[in-house]
Nanobody, 115 residues
Framework: QVQLVESGGGLVQAGGSLRLSCRAS????????MAWYRQAPGKQREWVAR???????YYADFVKGRFTISRDNAKSTVTLQMNSLKPEDTAVYFC?????????WGQGTQVTVSS
């Protein structure tokens, strides 16, 4: 059974940094894309960043230059380094891990940025 375990959320002041991690377990075949999404209260879930199996990285415009996504294939882990955080970054952050035949979601981790 696939499990995605997230960690690293918390409360930080505007301008601060947080690092989120998500570790996948339960499958031995190669992971395709790994991504982060977020959902703020009263809003739809939105895509934040993605890293492909080849290491190509893509970012939503609102996090470009501030967030960095990376992956460690040996550890089946994806991380999101978030710098220069803003109050509007407050949301529950979800990792999304995809194999060729299916994708899975983490349970979500709360990130709160105070002004």
């Amino acid at each position: 059974q696939v499990q995605l375990v997230e960690s690293g959320g918390g409360l930080v002041q505007a301008g601060g940094s947080l690092r989120l991690s998500c570790r996948a377990s339960g499958r031995s075949d190669s992971i395709a894309a790994m991504a982060w999404y977020r959902q703020a209260p009263g809003k739809q879930r939105e895509w934040v960043a993605r890293v492909t199996s080849g290491g190509n990285r893509y970012y939503a415009d609102f996090v470009k230059g501030r967030f960095t996504i990376s992956r460690d294939n040996a550890k089946s882990t994806v991380t999101l380094q978030m710098n220069s955080l803003k109050p509007e970054d407050t949301a529950v952050y979800f990792c999304n891990v995809g194999w060729l035949d299916s994708t899975y979601w983490g349970q979500g981790t709360q990130v709160t940025v105070s002004s």
